[in-house]
């Protein structure tokens, strides 16, 4: 067994909540990124002498363990090579198109995965050296299933839990991995594996059941060493009054306006936010509206479009193809149906702070999350706390994990086209008093379950597996 650290709760992700910025002197320094996950985990981990470890982005090595904001962070490098093999390989090529339904063929190379194993058992062993006598480690998504199993076999003392952020498929797709007795392995070495939906924790018992022979009863897998095994769903959401006060702030209801008027004052705004992933139906979506547009049920000095495209995995061939088909769809459906001073879409590839993604969510009356398969699709919830009002249509895809809990919003199947263009001229036509009822109940829905409720959720679990093994995460 490895010797023990200090700290009594330990974050494993694939990357750490910072960017690398220059400080006024030059120097090279750090930055929080700001984001749901650290806000909610950020109290937990003051509160436990926290440690996170993960990956600082780049390829500098010789990183030391630093401070930020209060919390310990410990930068993990990577090499050229891992980055290729590891992560836009083997996590972002081969597992992220087979968790989402092979929307894109998920490449398998026998080198990616060995990468991938590599890299696994260094983030293990970091932890395993961080983490004091009976901590408890939290490892976060499809990057490191590996590290639970890892872990234990270093550090049997610790209370490990593991969550995926994004879907766990069926057991007629992940048995295309030739790697899928490894990857449910790792997993069993923590003892609690959440999921944003219970039918993904369903998928996982079956295939453990399945796959690798272990006895099962509902959502425990039990160990021939006698451990027990949980896997449950805990949806994540995000931190509601930060939306909700943002969305009031003068700077920004003055910017939506701003952004309204830029777009020509037309009487409804559809909007879409999305990393530009595949994954997330934005050309499906654009073709939709651009249809309703060439078929006369909406007008471009009435209604237009605006798509946030965040630049995501842009070293990964799927992404360069995809940017270019949005961009020759975008370009034709302005080209034929835009006048001057009125193009159908505004396409902007780019990131934005916060603020400018609230003032975003405010400025529109439609908002449009069509995923073919989403984990959960923070931006959804994201855009339902600035709806201060209680105006505003979401359109949604049934295939987000959104959907489970935002009942109220225009629920849609991204692959059904017409399906979709009805539910967006619903959307647009719908009136005042339809549109608040809808959204005051997904309001409540979110402000109650927010992240620091996912956060404590997961955590209490977690700390109720085995009470008497371990210490205890303070709240
Ligand atoms: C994965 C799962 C699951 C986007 N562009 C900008 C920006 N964003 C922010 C959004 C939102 C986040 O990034 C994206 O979260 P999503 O949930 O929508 O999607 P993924 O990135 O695919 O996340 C997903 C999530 O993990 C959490 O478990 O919900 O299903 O796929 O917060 O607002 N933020 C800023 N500028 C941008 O340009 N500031």
């Known amino acids: 067994m490895a010797s023990p650290g200090s700290s009594d709760l330990v974050i494993v992700a694939n990357r750490l909540p910072v960017d690398r910025i220059e400080n006024p002197d030059g120097s090279p320094g750090w930055r929080t990124s700001p984001g749901g996950l650290v806000s909610a985990l950020e109290p937990v981990l003051r509160a436990n002498d926290g440690t996170w470890i993960g990956w600082p982005g780049g390829t500098e090595s010789d990183l030391e363990p630093f401070e930020a904001d209060g919390m310990d962070l410990v930068p993990m490098a990577m090499s050229a090579r891992e980055i290729e093999e590891f992560y836009e390989g083997f996590s972002n090529a081969t597992l992220w198109p087979l968790y989402h339904d092979v929307v894109e063929k998920p490449l398998f190379h026998r080198e990616w995965f060995d990468t991938y194993v590599e890299v696994n058992q260094r983030f293990a062993e970091r932890a395993a050296e961080v983490a004091a006598e009976g901590a408890t480690v939290w490892v976060h998504d499809y990057q490191l299933q590996l590290v639970p199993s890892m872990l234990r076999e270093l550090r049997p003392d610790l209370r490990i839990g593991f969550y995926l952020h994004i879907p766990f498929p069926p057991a007629e797709l992940f048995q295309q991995l030739p790697w899928r007795r490894q990857l449910l392995e790792g997993l069993l070495g923590a003892d609690l594996v959440g999921f944003q939906l219970s039918g993904a924790a369903q998928n996982f018992v079956r295939l453990v059941r399945q796959r690798v022979g272990h006895k099962t009863h509902r959502d425990l897998v039990y160990l021939p060493d006698g451990r027990t095994v949980r896997a449950a769903a805990f949806p994540i959401s995000?931190?509601?009054?930060?939306?909700?006060?943002?969305?009031?702030?003068?700077?920004?209801?003055?910017?939506?306006?701003?952004?309204?008027?830029?777009?020509?004052?037309?009487?409804?705004?559809?909007?879409?936010?999305?990393?530009?992933?595949?994954?997330?139906?934005?050309?499906?979506?654009?073709?939709?509206?651009?249809?309703?547009?060439?078929d006369g049920h909406?007008?471009?000095?009435?209604?237009?479009?605006?798509?946030?495209?965040?630049?995501?995995?842009?070293?990964?061939?799927?992404?360069?193809?995809?940017?270019?088909?949005?961009?020759?769809?975008?370009?034709?459906?302005?080209?034929?149906?835009?006048?001057?001073?009125?193009?159908?879409?505004?396409?902007?590839?780019?990131?934005?702070?916060?603020?400018?993604?609230?003032?975003?969510?405010?400025?529109?009356?439609?908002?449009?999350?069509?995923?073919?398969?989403?984990?959960?699709?923070?931006?959804?919830?994201?855009?339902?706390?600035?709806?201060?009002?209680?105006?505003?249509?979401?359109?949604?895809?049934?295939?987000?994990?959104?959907?489970?809990?935002?009942?109220?919003?225009?629920?849609?199947?991204?692959?059904?086209?017409?399906?979709?263009?009805?539910?967006?001229?619903?959307?647009?036509?719908?009136?005042?008093?339809?549109?608040?009822?809808?959204?005051?109940?997904m309001r409540k829905t979110v402000r109650q379950h927010d992240v620091a409720a996912w956060a404590d959720s997961f955590l209490a679990e977690l700390a109720a597996v085995r009470p008497s093994h371990g210490k205890s995460v303070r709240p």
Not at 269 to 292: M, Q
């Open 238 to 294: 995000i931190d509601f009054n930060l939306y909700a006060d943002l969305a009031q702030t003068e700077g920004v209801a003055a910017r939506a306006e701003e952004i309204r008027e830029a777009v020509g004052n037309p009487s409804k705004v559809f909007l879409g936010v999305d990393r530009l992933d595949y994954t997330k139906g934005i050309y499906a979506r654009l073709r939709a509206f651009g249809e309703l547009i060439a």
């Open 298 to 441: 909406l007008d471009v000095e009435d209604a237009v479009f605006v798509q946030v495209a965040t630049p995501s995995r842009e070293q990964v061939e799927q992404y360069r193809i995809l940017r270019d088909d949005i961009e020759r769809l975008v370009g034709r459906i302005n080209g034929d149906l835009g006048k001057i001073g009125r193009p159908a879409i505004h396409y902007l590839h780019a990131s934005y702070p916060r603020e400018e993604m609230a003032a975003l969510f405010r400025a529109a009356d439609i908002m449009v999350v069509t995923p073919l398969r989403d984990g959960m699709n923070l931006v959804a919830k994201e855009y339902v706390a600035c709806c201060h009002d209680d105006l505003g249509a979401l359109v949604l895809s049934e295939f987000a994990g959104a959907a489970e809990e935002l009942r109220q919003a225009w629920l849609i199947n991204p692959y059904d086209i017409n399906g979709m263009k009805s539910a967006l001229l619903d959307a647009y036509r719908t009136d005042e008093r339809e549109a608040s009822r809808r959204m005051k109940a």
